[in-house]
Protein backbone atom coordinates (compact mmCIF):
# COMPACT_ATOMS: atom_id res chain seq x y z
CA UNK A 1 0.00 0.00 0.00
CA UNK A 2 1.49 3.55 -0.63
CA UNK A 3 -0.28 5.04 2.50
CA UNK A 4 0.39 2.43 4.71
CA UNK A 5 -1.79 -7.29 4.61
CA UNK A 6 -9.77 -22.36 20.92
CA UNK A 7 -9.24 -25.26 20.09
CA UNK A 8 -7.84 -27.77 22.95
CA UNK A 9 -5.28 -30.74 21.91
CA UNK A 10 -7.42 -33.22 21.81
CA UNK A 11 -9.15 -34.72 18.44
CA UNK A 12 -12.93 -34.48 20.12
CA UNK A 13 -12.14 -30.97 20.77
CA UNK A 14 -11.11 -29.98 17.44
CA UNK A 15 -13.93 -31.56 15.70
CA UNK A 16 -16.35 -30.12 17.98
CA UNK A 17 -14.93 -26.52 17.19
CA UNK A 18 -15.43 -27.18 13.79
CA UNK A 19 -18.30 -27.78 13.83
CA UNK A 20 -19.26 -24.95 16.29
CA UNK A 21 -16.95 -22.36 13.43
CA UNK A 22 -19.53 -24.02 10.44
CA UNK A 23 -22.51 -23.20 12.21
CA UNK A 24 -21.77 -19.55 12.73
CA UNK A 25 -20.48 -19.16 8.62
CA UNK A 26 -22.54 -17.73 6.21
CA UNK A 27 -22.90 -19.35 3.14
CA UNK A 28 -24.51 -16.91 0.39
CA UNK A 29 -21.22 -16.44 -1.26
CA UNK A 30 -19.14 -19.60 -2.15
CA UNK A 31 -15.81 -20.10 -0.68
CA UNK A 32 -13.08 -19.12 -3.41
CA UNK A 33 -10.44 -22.25 -3.83
CA UNK A 34 -7.35 -22.38 -6.03
CA UNK A 35 -7.49 -24.36 -9.03
CA UNK A 36 -4.16 -24.72 -10.93
CA UNK A 37 -3.34 -21.54 -11.57
CA UNK A 38 -6.69 -19.65 -11.18
CA UNK A 39 -9.06 -19.08 -8.32
CA UNK A 40 -12.40 -20.34 -8.37
CA UNK A 41 -15.90 -20.09 -6.50
CA UNK A 42 -17.71 -23.42 -6.75
CA UNK A 43 -17.13 -24.39 -10.72
CA UNK A 44 -16.43 -21.02 -11.75
CA UNK A 45 -13.20 -19.22 -13.07
CA UNK A 46 -13.39 -16.44 -10.60
CA UNK A 47 -11.60 -12.81 -11.30
CA UNK A 48 -10.84 -10.67 -9.11
CA UNK A 49 -12.57 -6.72 -9.91
CA UNK A 50 -11.83 -4.77 -7.24
CA UNK A 51 -10.31 -1.88 -5.03
CA UNK A 52 -7.73 -1.02 -2.20
CA UNK A 53 -9.78 0.18 0.66
CA UNK A 54 -8.28 2.01 3.93
CA UNK A 55 -9.79 5.30 4.41
CA UNK A 56 -7.31 7.14 6.76
CA UNK A 57 -4.04 6.03 4.87
CA UNK A 58 -1.21 6.20 7.06
CA UNK A 59 -2.01 9.19 8.54
CA UNK A 60 -4.84 7.32 10.79
CA UNK A 61 -3.92 3.90 10.90
CA UNK A 62 -8.00 2.89 11.16
CA UNK A 63 -9.95 -0.29 10.60
CA UNK A 64 -12.60 0.45 7.68
CA UNK A 65 -14.94 -2.63 8.37
CA UNK A 66 -15.08 -2.71 11.88
CA UNK A 67 -17.76 0.61 11.36
CA UNK A 68 -20.74 -0.61 10.63
CA UNK A 69 -22.24 2.92 9.77
CA UNK A 70 -19.07 3.58 6.93
CA UNK A 71 -18.69 0.33 5.96
CA UNK A 72 -22.46 0.40 4.57
CA UNK A 73 -21.65 3.91 3.56
CA UNK A 74 -18.81 2.83 0.85
CA UNK A 75 -20.41 -0.54 0.11
CA UNK A 76 -23.09 1.19 -1.74
CA UNK A 77 -20.21 2.91 -3.60
CA UNK A 78 -18.35 -0.39 -4.66
CA UNK A 79 -21.94 -1.95 -5.56
CA UNK A 80 -21.95 1.15 -8.63
CA UNK A 81 -18.29 0.30 -9.59
CA UNK A 82 -19.53 -3.23 -9.72
CA UNK A 83 -16.67 -4.72 -8.18
CA UNK A 84 -16.50 -7.94 -6.46
CA UNK A 85 -13.31 -7.69 -4.01
CA UNK A 86 -11.63 -4.98 -1.27
CA UNK A 87 -8.21 -5.20 -0.23
CA UNK A 88 -8.24 -3.93 3.53
CA UNK A 89 -4.44 -3.46 4.81
CA UNK A 90 -4.79 -3.59 8.25
CA UNK A 91 -7.68 -4.24 10.81
CA UNK A 92 -8.17 -4.56 15.15
CA UNK A 93 -8.03 -8.18 15.72
CA UNK A 94 -10.02 -7.18 19.21
CA UNK A 95 -12.97 -5.45 17.34
CA UNK A 96 -16.42 -7.39 15.80
CA UNK A 97 -16.68 -7.40 12.18
CA UNK A 98 -19.95 -9.38 11.53
CA UNK A 99 -21.87 -6.78 10.52
CA UNK A 100 -19.57 -5.47 8.06
CA UNK A 101 -18.89 -8.37 6.61
CA UNK A 102 -22.50 -9.75 6.23
CA UNK A 103 -23.24 -6.82 4.68
CA UNK A 104 -20.34 -7.08 1.68
CA UNK A 105 -21.62 -10.88 1.61
CA UNK A 106 -24.96 -9.57 0.88
CA UNK A 107 -23.72 -7.19 -1.96
CA UNK A 108 -21.25 -9.96 -3.65
CA UNK A 109 -18.05 -8.57 -2.46
CA UNK A 110 -14.82 -10.93 -1.42
CA UNK A 111 -12.34 -9.17 1.16
CA UNK A 112 -8.67 -10.06 0.57
CA UNK A 113 -7.06 -8.83 3.91
CA UNK A 114 -3.32 -7.75 4.87
CA UNK A 115 -2.69 -9.96 8.61
CA UNK A 116 -0.19 -7.26 9.73
CA UNK A 117 -0.45 -3.50 11.43
CA UNK A 118 2.30 -1.44 11.90
CA UNK A 119 2.99 -2.30 15.37
CA UNK A 120 2.59 -5.94 14.46
CA UNK A 121 5.29 -7.04 12.02
CA UNK A 122 8.66 -7.74 10.93
CA UNK A 123 11.86 -5.18 11.10
CA UNK A 124 13.54 -5.04 7.69
CA UNK A 125 16.54 -3.97 10.17
CA UNK A 126 16.20 -6.89 11.99
CA UNK A 127 14.43 -10.08 11.08
CA UNK A 128 15.44 -12.62 13.07
CA UNK A 129 14.40 -10.97 15.92
CA UNK A 130 11.23 -9.83 14.88
CA UNK A 131 9.99 -12.66 13.29
CA UNK A 132 8.75 -13.73 16.85
CA UNK A 133 6.31 -15.51 19.09
CA UNK A 134 4.48 -12.07 19.48
CA UNK A 135 4.24 -11.18 15.98
CA UNK A 136 2.62 -14.81 15.53
CA UNK A 137 0.36 -14.74 17.87
CA UNK A 138 -0.85 -11.51 16.48
CA UNK A 139 -0.95 -12.85 13.11
CA UNK A 140 -2.84 -15.77 14.13
CA UNK A 141 -5.32 -13.71 16.07
CA UNK A 142 -6.35 -11.90 12.73
CA UNK A 143 -7.02 -15.36 11.58
CA UNK A 144 -8.90 -16.51 14.21
CA UNK A 145 -11.32 -13.43 14.44
CA UNK A 146 -12.01 -13.87 9.86
CA UNK A 147 -11.06 -17.83 9.36
CA UNK A 148 -15.41 -17.86 9.62
CA UNK A 149 -16.24 -15.73 7.20
CA UNK A 150 -17.47 -17.44 3.65
CA UNK A 151 -16.44 -14.09 1.86
CA UNK A 152 -12.79 -14.02 3.10
CA UNK A 153 -11.31 -14.49 -0.33
CA UNK A 154 -7.32 -14.52 1.20
CA UNK A 155 -5.02 -13.40 3.14
CA UNK A 156 -1.47 -11.35 2.38
CA UNK A 157 0.96 -12.39 4.60
CA UNK A 158 3.12 -9.16 3.47
CA UNK A 159 3.12 -6.29 0.86
CA UNK A 160 6.00 -4.55 -0.95
CA UNK A 161 8.53 -5.75 1.29
CA UNK A 162 11.06 -6.52 -1.04
CA UNK A 163 11.41 -3.39 -2.73
CA UNK A 164 15.32 -3.62 -4.01
CA UNK A 165 18.04 -5.58 -4.22
CA UNK A 166 19.53 -5.07 -1.08
CA UNK A 167 15.89 -6.06 0.92
CA UNK A 168 15.74 -9.53 -0.61
CA UNK A 169 17.60 -10.56 2.66
CA UNK A 170 14.03 -10.39 4.25
CA UNK A 171 12.70 -12.82 2.07
CA UNK A 172 12.98 -16.15 3.99
CA UNK A 173 11.44 -14.39 6.75
CA UNK A 174 8.25 -13.42 4.97
CA UNK A 175 8.32 -17.52 3.08
CA UNK A 176 8.32 -18.35 7.14
CA UNK A 177 5.18 -15.92 8.03
CA UNK A 178 3.29 -17.54 5.10
CA UNK A 179 4.43 -21.21 5.65
CA UNK A 180 3.48 -20.79 9.64
CA UNK A 181 0.16 -19.01 8.29
CA UNK A 182 -0.68 -21.89 6.31
CA UNK A 183 -0.05 -24.24 8.99
CA UNK A 184 -1.95 -22.47 11.46
CA UNK A 185 -5.77 -22.80 9.38
CA UNK A 186 -4.78 -26.42 8.77
CA UNK A 187 -4.09 -26.97 12.65
CA UNK A 188 -6.89 -25.17 13.28
CA UNK A 189 -9.65 -27.11 11.59
CA UNK A 190 -10.55 -23.79 9.20
CA UNK A 191 -11.71 -24.28 5.00
CA UNK A 192 -8.24 -23.84 3.31
CA UNK A 193 -8.25 -19.90 3.19
CA UNK A 194 -5.00 -19.32 0.33
CA UNK A 195 -2.59 -17.17 1.65
CA UNK A 196 0.12 -14.92 -0.47
CA UNK A 197 2.04 -12.23 -0.88
CA UNK A 198 1.96 -9.18 -2.45
CA UNK A 199 5.37 -7.94 -4.18
CA UNK A 200 6.81 -4.58 -5.72
CA UNK A 201 6.81 -4.84 -9.40
CA UNK A 202 10.73 -4.36 -8.86
CA UNK A 203 11.93 -5.39 -12.29
CA UNK A 204 15.60 -6.78 -10.88
CA UNK A 205 13.92 -9.28 -8.81
CA UNK A 206 10.16 -9.13 -9.34
CA UNK A 207 10.25 -13.06 -10.91
CA UNK A 208 13.08 -13.85 -8.53
CA UNK A 209 10.48 -13.49 -5.17
CA UNK A 210 7.70 -14.90 -7.19
CA UNK A 211 9.53 -18.16 -7.67
CA UNK A 212 11.08 -18.18 -4.63
CA UNK A 213 7.38 -17.93 -3.28
CA UNK A 214 6.26 -20.60 -5.04
CA UNK A 215 9.35 -23.02 -4.71
CA UNK A 216 10.01 -26.01 -2.86
CA UNK A 217 7.92 -28.74 -0.91
CA UNK A 218 3.93 -28.04 -0.23
CA UNK A 219 3.84 -26.98 2.99
CA UNK A 220 5.98 -24.26 2.38
CA UNK A 221 5.02 -22.90 -1.08
CA UNK A 222 2.30 -19.97 -1.12
CA UNK A 223 -1.14 -20.58 -2.18
CA UNK A 224 -0.80 -17.14 -4.89
CA UNK A 225 1.25 -14.87 -5.55
CA UNK A 226 0.52 -11.00 -6.45
CA UNK A 227 1.91 -8.06 -7.00
CA UNK A 228 1.63 -4.39 -7.55
CA UNK A 229 2.28 -3.03 -10.69
CA UNK A 230 1.89 0.81 -12.13
CA UNK A 231 3.34 0.39 -15.54
CA UNK A 232 0.51 1.19 -17.70
CA UNK A 233 -0.34 4.85 -17.72
CA UNK A 234 -2.63 5.76 -20.04
CA UNK A 235 -2.86 6.37 -22.99
CA UNK A 236 -1.11 3.13 -23.29
CA UNK A 237 -1.47 -1.05 -24.53
CA UNK A 238 -1.18 -4.32 -23.68
CA UNK A 239 2.59 -4.15 -25.22
CA UNK A 240 3.35 -0.55 -24.65
CA UNK A 241 3.13 -1.19 -20.77
CA UNK A 242 4.86 -4.28 -20.94
CA UNK A 243 2.21 -6.34 -19.73
CA UNK A 244 2.53 -9.14 -23.06
CA UNK A 245 6.69 -9.43 -21.32
CA UNK A 246 4.76 -10.04 -18.35
CA UNK A 247 2.23 -12.37 -19.25
CA UNK A 248 4.87 -14.08 -20.98
CA UNK A 249 7.36 -14.52 -18.33
CA UNK A 250 4.66 -15.78 -15.90
CA UNK A 251 3.12 -18.06 -18.53
CA UNK A 252 4.26 -20.96 -16.65
CA UNK A 253 3.56 -19.79 -13.01
CA UNK A 254 1.84 -22.66 -11.05
CA UNK A 255 -0.13 -20.87 -8.64
CA UNK A 256 -2.77 -18.32 -9.16
CA UNK A 257 -1.53 -14.79 -9.79
CA UNK A 258 -3.48 -10.93 -9.76
CA UNK A 259 -2.15 -7.24 -9.78
CA UNK A 260 -2.96 -6.16 -5.74
CA UNK A 261 -2.58 -2.59 -6.69
CA UNK A 262 -2.60 -0.62 -10.14
CA UNK A 263 -4.28 2.39 -11.81
CA UNK A 264 -0.86 4.98 -12.82
CA UNK A 265 -1.89 8.16 -12.44
CA UNK A 266 0.90 9.96 -14.28
CA UNK A 267 -1.61 11.41 -16.23
CA UNK A 268 -5.40 11.17 -16.81
CA UNK A 269 -6.47 8.12 -15.70
CA UNK A 270 -9.03 6.29 -18.23
CA UNK A 271 -8.30 2.57 -16.75
CA UNK A 272 -8.00 1.14 -20.14
CA UNK A 273 -5.75 -1.52 -19.07
CA UNK A 274 -9.50 -2.91 -17.61
CA UNK A 275 -9.67 -4.47 -21.30
CA UNK A 276 -6.98 -6.13 -21.37
CA UNK A 277 -6.84 -7.42 -17.52
CA UNK A 278 -9.87 -9.55 -18.43
CA UNK A 279 -9.19 -10.41 -21.80
CA UNK A 280 -7.88 -13.96 -23.16
CA UNK A 281 -4.64 -11.91 -23.84
CA UNK A 282 -3.76 -12.31 -19.81
CA UNK A 283 -6.43 -14.45 -18.07
CA UNK A 284 -4.00 -17.62 -18.65
CA UNK A 285 -1.86 -16.34 -16.46
CA UNK A 286 -3.45 -13.33 -14.45
CA UNK A 287 -7.33 -13.57 -12.42
CA UNK A 288 -7.77 -9.88 -12.04
CA UNK A 289 -6.22 -7.32 -9.45
CA UNK A 290 -7.26 -4.36 -6.97
CA UNK A 291 -7.07 -0.71 -8.23
CA UNK A 292 -5.48 1.54 -6.20
CA UNK A 293 -7.56 3.09 -4.48
CA UNK A 294 -11.28 3.56 -2.65
CA UNK A 295 -10.47 6.94 -0.76
CA UNK A 296 -8.30 10.20 -1.71
CA UNK A 297 -5.54 10.15 1.22
CA UNK A 298 -3.43 12.96 -0.54
CA UNK A 299 -1.66 11.51 -3.18
CA UNK A 300 -4.22 11.57 -6.20
CA UNK A 301 -4.93 7.77 -6.21
CA UNK A 302 -8.54 8.34 -4.66
CA UNK A 303 -11.49 7.30 -6.98
CA UNK A 304 -13.61 9.25 -3.81
CA UNK A 305 -13.40 12.15 -1.27
CA UNK A 306 -14.41 11.28 1.80
CA UNK A 307 -15.94 14.26 3.61
CA UNK A 308 -17.22 13.51 7.07
CA UNK A 309 -20.41 11.09 6.63
CA UNK A 310 -20.58 12.40 2.96
CA UNK A 311 -18.73 10.68 -0.48
CA UNK A 312 -17.79 12.78 -3.42
CA UNK A 313 -17.50 10.60 -6.55
CA UNK A 314 -13.97 12.04 -8.94
CA UNK A 315 -13.53 12.01 -11.98
CA UNK A 316 -10.82 8.59 -11.55
CA UNK A 317 -14.96 7.19 -10.36
CA UNK A 318 -16.37 7.48 -12.86
CA UNK A 319 -13.90 6.03 -15.25
CA UNK A 320 -13.34 2.78 -13.81
CA UNK A 321 -17.14 2.62 -13.47
CA UNK A 322 -17.09 2.57 -17.32
CA UNK A 323 -14.31 0.47 -17.56
CA UNK A 324 -15.43 -2.15 -15.66
CA UNK A 325 -18.66 -2.02 -17.23
CA UNK A 326 -17.55 -2.06 -20.45
CA UNK A 327 -15.46 -5.52 -20.01
CA UNK A 328 -16.90 -8.87 -19.12
CA UNK A 329 -14.87 -11.90 -17.95
CA UNK A 330 -14.57 -13.94 -20.65
CA UNK A 331 -16.68 -17.56 -21.47
CA UNK A 332 -15.20 -20.57 -19.68
CA UNK A 333 -11.99 -20.77 -17.72
CA UNK A 334 -10.23 -18.38 -19.35
CA UNK A 335 -7.66 -20.50 -20.50
CA UNK A 336 -6.43 -21.55 -17.33
CA UNK A 337 -3.81 -24.21 -16.56
CA UNK A 338 -5.35 -27.00 -14.25
CA UNK A 339 -1.97 -28.17 -13.16
CA UNK A 340 2.27 -27.08 -13.34
CA UNK A 341 5.00 -27.60 -11.40
CA UNK A 342 6.40 -25.33 -8.56
CA UNK A 343 8.96 -23.17 -9.34
CA UNK A 344 12.62 -23.66 -9.23
CA UNK A 345 13.91 -21.46 -6.31
CA UNK A 346 16.36 -18.67 -7.44
CA UNK A 347 20.15 -18.79 -7.25
CA UNK A 348 21.70 -16.13 -4.90
CA UNK A 349 22.97 -13.42 -7.27
CA UNK A 350 24.01 -9.31 -6.82
CA UNK A 351 19.71 -8.75 -7.30
CA UNK A 352 18.80 -11.35 -5.32
CA UNK A 353 20.02 -11.69 -1.36
CA UNK A 354 18.89 -15.32 -0.15
CA UNK A 355 22.05 -18.05 0.44
CA UNK A 356 19.85 -20.79 1.01
CA UNK A 357 16.59 -22.40 0.57
CA UNK A 358 15.58 -23.36 3.93
CA UNK A 359 13.73 -21.28 6.36
CA UNK A 360 13.59 -19.84 9.76
CA UNK A 361 12.16 -22.72 12.29
CA UNK A 362 8.58 -21.30 13.81
CA UNK A 363 9.89 -19.54 17.27
CA UNK A 364 9.34 -22.23 19.48
CA UNK A 365 6.83 -20.46 21.98
CA UNK A 366 4.47 -20.40 19.02
CA UNK A 367 3.98 -23.62 18.38
CA UNK A 368 1.54 -23.92 21.45
CA UNK A 369 -1.00 -21.96 19.53
CA UNK A 370 -1.07 -24.90 16.43
CA UNK A 371 -3.21 -26.50 19.20
CA UNK A 372 -4.55 -24.45 21.54
CA UNK A 373 -5.26 -21.32 19.59
CA UNK A 374 -4.12 -17.87 19.68
CA UNK A 375 -6.47 -16.37 21.88
CA UNK A 376 -7.08 -12.50 21.93
CA UNK A 377 -4.95 -10.24 19.42
CA UNK A 378 -3.85 -7.09 20.90
CA UNK A 379 -5.40 -5.23 18.59
CA UNK A 380 -4.21 -1.78 16.02
CA UNK A 381 -2.76 -0.04 19.23
CA UNK A 382 -0.92 -2.81 21.07
CA UNK A 383 2.50 -2.52 22.64
CA UNK A 384 4.27 -3.90 19.19
CA UNK A 385 6.14 -7.18 18.80
CA UNK A 386 9.14 -6.07 17.23
CA UNK A 387 11.82 -6.85 20.21
CA UNK A 388 8.80 -8.13 22.31
CA UNK A 389 9.08 -12.32 22.17
CA UNK A 390 11.23 -15.30 21.28
CA UNK A 391 12.64 -15.33 18.07
CA UNK A 392 13.36 -18.27 15.93
CA UNK A 393 16.04 -20.39 16.53
CA UNK A 394 17.99 -22.64 13.27
CA UNK A 395 15.72 -23.75 10.15
CA UNK A 396 13.07 -25.56 10.20
CA UNK A 397 14.75 -28.61 8.67
CA UNK A 398 17.63 -28.31 11.35
CA UNK A 399 20.44 -28.23 8.73
CA UNK A 400 23.40 -25.27 7.88
CA UNK A 401 24.23 -24.94 4.32
CA UNK A 402 27.88 -24.96 5.56
CA UNK A 403 28.48 -28.48 5.24
CA UNK A 404 28.94 -28.59 9.34
CA UNK A 405 25.87 -30.35 9.71
CA UNK A 406 25.15 -27.77 13.18
CA UNK A 407 21.98 -25.61 13.24
CA UNK A 408 22.97 -22.01 13.19
CA UNK A 409 20.64 -18.68 13.23
CA UNK A 410 18.62 -18.90 10.63
CA UNK A 411 19.68 -14.93 10.34
CA UNK A 412 23.52 -16.06 10.08
CA UNK A 413 23.13 -16.62 6.57
CA UNK A 414 21.75 -13.06 5.16
CA UNK A 415 23.49 -10.56 4.14
CA UNK A 416 22.34 -8.23 7.58
CA UNK A 417 25.13 -5.76 6.71
CA UNK A 418 23.47 -4.66 3.55
CA UNK A 419 20.40 -2.85 5.66
CA UNK A 420 20.92 0.35 6.50
CA UNK A 421 17.23 1.46 7.52
CA UNK A 422 15.16 0.37 9.93
CA UNK A 423 11.46 -0.08 8.11
CA UNK A 424 8.77 -2.88 8.46
CA UNK A 425 9.54 -6.51 7.00
CA UNK A 426 5.92 -8.10 7.65
CA UNK A 427 3.47 -5.93 5.48
CA UNK A 428 3.04 -2.33 5.45
CA UNK A 429 5.46 -0.15 4.38
CA UNK A 430 3.49 2.77 5.20
CA UNK A 431 5.63 5.54 4.71
CA UNK A 432 7.99 4.50 2.42
CA UNK A 433 5.73 3.41 -0.48
CA UNK A 434 4.86 6.74 -0.70
CA UNK A 435 8.45 7.35 -2.21
CA UNK A 436 9.15 4.13 -3.75
CA UNK A 437 5.19 5.12 -5.89
CA UNK A 438 8.04 6.98 -8.36
CA UNK A 439 9.65 4.07 -9.23
CA UNK A 440 6.19 2.63 -10.67
CA UNK A 441 5.10 5.71 -12.58
Known amino acids: MKGIGAIISTTVALSTVGAMG??????????????GNAFFAGNSRFYIRGVDYQPGGSSLVVDPIADETTCKRDIAEFKKLGINTVRVYSVDNTASHDACMSALDDAGIYLVLDVNTPKYSINRLEPAISYNDVYLQSVFATIDAFAKYSNVLAFFSGNEVINDEQSTSCAPYVKAVTRDMRQYIKARGYRQIPVGYSAADVSQNRKQMADYMNCGSDDVR?????????????????????????????????????????????NTRKFEEVASLYST????VFSGGLVYEYSEEGTKYGLVKINGDGIEEGPDFDALKEAFAAKSDPSGDGNYKSNGKPSQCPPASADWNVTTDS??????????????????????????????GTPSVGFANGQSKDGSGKPKSAASTFRQDMIVTPVWCGVLVLVSSFISAATFL
Do not use: H
Open 22 to 35: ASIERRSLPAVAVK
Open 281 to 284: DMTS
Open 359 to 388: LPAIPSPAQKFMTSGAGSGPGISGPGSQTA
Open 222 to 266: SDFFAFNDYSWCDPSSFTTSGWDQKVKNFSDYSIPLFLSEYGCNT
